[in-house]
């Protein structure tokens, strides 16, 4: 609940100050030009038609602004989505080995218990302790 209300009060506050510094300079975002495209800058190509410089008709500097906050806005979008195949895909490829390692689990545990006995009488936890062999410790295991 504290991340919603912290997310919502970040926005708010960038909202503000965008909003604010519009109002303080609406002079510059009302002010139109006109920008010229040159794709390519080669003077033997200055000749061509094709390849002259285009003049843009005037548009505002806040619509401008707009466009530009629209695209980069698209562009994260569209680039956070390769990460979010590429989580998707690891997720499912760790869920797929843990259902392959409790499977495996599972035929270890039938296996064993195929070698211990099955009449109360007979099995105790304490005449099979866990920790009874270490591994390396050969002389513990010919004693058995």
């Known amino acids: 609940m504290k991340s919603a209300k912290f997310k919502f009060a970040f926005w708010f506050?960038?909202?503000?100050?965008?909003g604010l510094f519009m109002l303080q300079n609406q002079e510059f975002f009302k002010a139109q030009n006109s920008y010229n495209i040159n794709l390519i800058n080669i003077k033997s190509l200055e000749g061509i038609k094709a390849f002259a410089p285009y003049p843009s008709p005037e548009i505002a500097n806040a619509l401008l602004f707009f466009v530009s906050f629209v695209l980069g806005i698209g562009l994260t979008y569209?680039?956070?989505?390769?990460?979010?195949?590429?989580?998707?895909?690891?997720?499912?490829?760790?869920?797929a080995d843990n259902e392959r390692l409790y499977d495996k689990l599972d035929e270890l545990e039938h296996e064993l218990d195929r070698y211990r006995p099955h009449d109360s009488d007979e099995y105790d936890d304490e005449d099979y302790p866990d920790d009874e062999y270490i591994e390396g410790d050969e002389q513990q295991l010919e004693r058995k």
């Open 13 to 18: 506050l960038v909202f503000v100050a965008v």
């Open 78 to 95: 569209f680039l956070g989505f390769f990460g979010w195949f590429k989580s998707k895909r690891t997720i499912k490829t760790l869920l």
